[in-house]
């Protein structure tokens, strides 16, 4: 990986008016770059509301929140190692009934090596992969 594309961010979170149909969106779109449902919880052990985290191993990265539709919508985006995950993730997320929202490709406007593809999920939230690697998949 490149050392100057760290992040210190833990864990972010996106509320969602269908818990289950996003969660089932998510399992789908995030499968392909080895994120799984890891964690559920519910609004009597919250406190609050149900969540439902993805992540990688034990330790939930995104997590959805049960609190009604969130406007406005949000971005995030998941780097991947590989320009092939960018492409698997893209397909993933339209066949589980995602919007397209920008195909694989080159996005000179952010950085030269700038590789990614955009899905919106089903309420609107603008979902991103990207990598800097080159097309053999080794990183920069």
């Not at 609107?124 to 920069?140: L, M, Q, Y």
Request: charged content about 20%; overall charge negative; glycine content about 10%.
């Amino acid at each position: 990986m490149t050392d100057d594309l760290t992040m210190m961010i833990d864990h972010v979170s996106l509320s969602v008016e269908d818990l289950d149909s996003a969660k089932a969106f998510y399992q789908a779109l995030l499968a392909p770059i080895g994120m799984e449902l890891i964690a559920e919880v519910t609004a009597a052990q919250s406190g609050s509301v149900a969540f439902a985290g993805f992540g990688i191993g034990r330790k939930g990265q995104l997590w959805l929140a049960a609190r009604g539709r969130q406007t406005p919508a949000t971005h995030i985006c998941f780097r991947t190692p590989s320009r092939a995950l960018v492409r698997a993730f893209y397909d993933a997320g339209l066949a589980a009934g995602g919007v397209d929202n920008g195909s694989p490709g080159i996005r000179e406007i952010y950085h030269p090596a700038y590789y990614a593809a955009f899905v919106l999920d089903p309420e609107g939230h603008n979902i991103e992969a990207v990598t800097f690697a080159p097309e053999d998949g080794a990183d920069d």
